[in-house]
């Protein structure tokens, strides 16, 4: 099982640059990485937005956790337009294996255990949630019977929110699809490619979705006074 951050962007990159200044860094990253249970993954991979300084910290504090058995950290050179495009560049590392897709700038309450039974049923993708009210989220819908019908990005049309963690059993079928909406939708050039999009894609195809209810705390961090917030 494969841990990817897809974090290629400036802002993510002024983040952590903030974040060294301010002498918070390490702290943050100890948050970050300590909302899974990575000891029993077979690799972390970091995609980022090139940046020479990022890197070589990122490198750095790697060296010094014993509890990541394997790590990569890819670099672009440009921006994609949105976390899934961004995964997309890890393809030849990705294809057929069982990967998370989650998002460095964010932190879990619940540290989450990857063979827990959250995460031990046999669905395709498997995305947790947890009661919200940010409108930054995206929600789950339900019908009368409880079956998830579509997901809305940043809509508030439940009190069920996306975690920000996405378990894909077999990645080679999750590129498929992403290829198939590309297609669909002419490269998504007028708006940015959502995991949203894919899940919705999953749920309109007959595959097997589950959105198991975790009871957490969930921070998204943009800036250091968010961090400082939770500290």
Sequence with gaps: MILVFPQATKKFNNLFEEMISQSCIDKFLDKSLGSYEIGSLEKVVFILLENEKVEKYLKNYLKKIDAINSYEILSLKKETSGSICTTLMAIPMLKGKKVIISALDQIIGEKL????????????????????????????????????????????????????????????????????????????????????DVINHYLGGGFKCGFPLINTKYYKIRSVNDFDAIK
Excluded: M, W
Excluded at 121 to 136: F, K, L, Q, T
Excluded at 152 to 157: S, T, Y
């Design 113 to 196: 255990d990857f063979d827990s039974k959250y995460f031990k049923a046999d669905h395709d993708i498997i995305s947790p949630i947890y009661r919200s009210e940010d409108p930054s989220l995206s929600y789950i819908l339900k019908d009368d019977d409880e079956n998830v019908i579509q997901v809305f990005e940043k809509r508030l049309v439940s009190n069920d929110a996306i975690l920000g963690v996405y378990l894909i059993k077999d990645f080679s079928l999750f590129y498929k699809s992403c290829h198939e909406l590309l297609i669909k939708y002419k490269g998504f050039k007028n708006r940015i490619f959502y995991t949203s």
